[in-house]
């Protein structure tokens, strides 16, 4: 079987992975992407030529990394909305969707076929989209992460101080309010999160899941009072089942 390749370029790391099919063979991060990089994750692991690459970026175009990948595989893509796709977009624009959403939106549906979904990332910036039980991208909000949040409390008013929220957030799941300024702010954050993923629940089908993704996934999943499918590499699964849908219509290096 032949292998792809699919890079989940973030707003602070990319996600390098290589799949075999449906398997995950092997996943790398890297806060400064390379196509010397690519090269290197590729040769220690398989000397079998790559069938496809696909790119998908919130924070590059790619022109500068796709040409040097090219000789890689046979086949080297940017992921956009005008591919074929597993699923429907249901967006004004849907050029003007951001690709992660679209492979987050992908990489849910294939692991949570025929359910509705709420498919939260809560990285940098945190999107909140809605799949359909019929495989339709119906649309979503997008808001500011948890560090984001904390810094323009700290930037746009006078006294308040710069805080860093801690990956342990068990100390918190007790507390409602906080009862100094820092676990305000930190309570603020966090709450102002689940609370937005409890309340775009509601207003979705009884029977959805929520699924979420994102370097804070876990930690929220913990304060969520339902059950959350914490997926941390969903946007890398989404871009190998688009490429595992549509690979019988590609031709090389398109």
Known sequence: MSLNLTIDQGNTAAK?????????????????????????????????????????????NGRQLLPALKPLADSVMQLSSDMPLPITIRYGNPRSLGTDRIAAAVGAWATHPRRSLLVVDAGTAVTYDHVTSQGEFAGGNIAPGMAMRLEALHRFTARLPRVTVPRDLSPYHDSCFGTDTETAMILGAVYGITGAITYYRSHLPADTEVVITGGWAKELATLCDFPVSVQPDLVSTGLNEILLYQQPLTTPNT
């Open 16 to 60: 390098i992975a290589l799949w075999r099919g449906h398997d995950l063979i092997d996943l790398a991060i890297c806060e400064h992407l390379t196509p010397d990089m690519v090269r290197h994750f590729i040769s220690s692991h398989t000397t079998e030529h790559l069938r496809a690459i696909l790119y998908c970026s919130v924070s590059s």
